[in-house]
């Protein structure tokens, strides 16, 4: 298993060359998602209010980004075995969907009672979906220690320097966008 977790921290903090370099990667596999001003928003709040549309990528959420940053990181012998990761819906997907298109064996843990919908859609990205765990830290837990017993490369969720990079190229679209904006406002759960 590749321990993400020790090596993070050292790697941490994320560098704009980092986020640049996953750019050129995932340049030409992920949408470049629209990026526009919203009139209601900006009439309500008296300020400039523009909106980033990653609802329009394949999966619909900007998890893909880091997800294929970091499983295009992964060296042929790491991508031969596969990957384990655990998630609700959204990394899942993006994991799913993106070790498929690099033919990367992906084995997903997901929560009992994660909505049907995002189990099929995960799985309907190819990978093998296993429900277990009452939460998401239950099944996190399990995902590690597949990780660990079949020597599988685990994806975090957010954790891991590649996964951030990846996510961070969003800012980097909405600055090329609108160069002057003065805040930038990013709602996050686990992203």
Not at 58 to 79: P, Q, V
Not at 124 to 131: F, Q
Not at 139 to 148: N, Y
Not at 172 to 187: N, R, Y
Request: hydrophobic fraction near 45%; charge should be negative; aromatic fraction near 6%.
């Amino acid at each position: 298993m590749t321990d993400t977790s020790k090596t993070s921290l050292a790697q941490l903090p994320v560098t704009l060359r980092n986020i640049e370099t996953a750019a050129g990667v995932l340049a030409g596999f992920v949408k470049q998602t629209s990026f526009e001003r919203s009139r209601t928003l900006s009439d309500i709040t008296g300020a400039s209010v523009w909106l980033k549309f990653e609802n329009l990528q394949f999966t619909a959420t900007f998890k893909e980004r880091g997800a294929l940053n970091r499983l295009s990181a992964l060296s042929a012998e790491e991508r031969r075995r596969g990957v384990v990761a655990a998630s609700a819906g959204n990394h899942a997907q993006g994991v799913a969907y993106h070790a498929a298109f690099l033919l990367i064996p992906a084995t997903i843990f997901m929560p009992v009672g994660t909505p049907t919908v995002k189990i099929e859609n995960t799985r309907r990205h190819g990978a093998t979906v296993i429900e277990g765990g009452a939460t998401l830290e239950d099944a996190a837990k399990l995902a590690t220690d597949c990780a660990r017993e079949q020597g599988l490369t685990y994806v975090h969720p957010y954790d891991d320097p590649m996964i951030i990079a990846g996510q961070g190229t969003i800012a980097l679209e909405m600055l090329a966008a609108v160069p002057d904006l003065d805040v930038l406002i990013v709602p996050i759960g686990g992203g």
